[in-house]
């Protein structure tokens, strides 16, 4: 095989990737409009990725990052959650709920 059909095997697949990259950006910028993209951070898995970032909020800092106030926070949400069930088990009674069907004892 000669040198350049290697070489083109390569830079293919590459090529391919751009122009995909390329035609979905603009249609996303057609229905979208212009975009500010950004760092964005998910607590829920402890991740960031590059994304549009809202008008209303600013892309994330990771110099500004302290991961003991987001354990803070996380144990706040979690002590606020245990507080609400707390209150939903207090308004509990020992009726049985219209749902439960009876169950079928026979044998």
Not at 6 to 33: M, S
Not at 37 to 62: A, K
Not at 65 to 77: S, V
Request: aromatic residues 10%; proline residues 7%; glycine residues 2%.
């Amino acid at each position: 095989m000669e040198a350049r059909y290697v070489a083109l095997l390569i830079l293919v697949p590459f090529a391919v990737i751009f122009v995909y990259c390329t035609w979905h950006e603009y249609r996303r910028f057609k229905t979208e409009g212009r975009s500010i993209y950004g760092l964005s951070y998910d607590p829920e898995t402890n991740t960031t990725h590059v994304g549009p970032i809202p008008e209303d909020e600013e892309s994330f800092d990771p110099d500004d990052f302290d991961p003991d106030l987001l354990e803070t926070e996380a144990k706040a949400r979690q002590d606020e959650e245990t507080a609400d069930e707390d209150k939903s088990h207090a308004h509990d009674t020992d009726q049985p709920d219209t749902d439960d069907k009876p169950q079928d004892t026979r044998t």
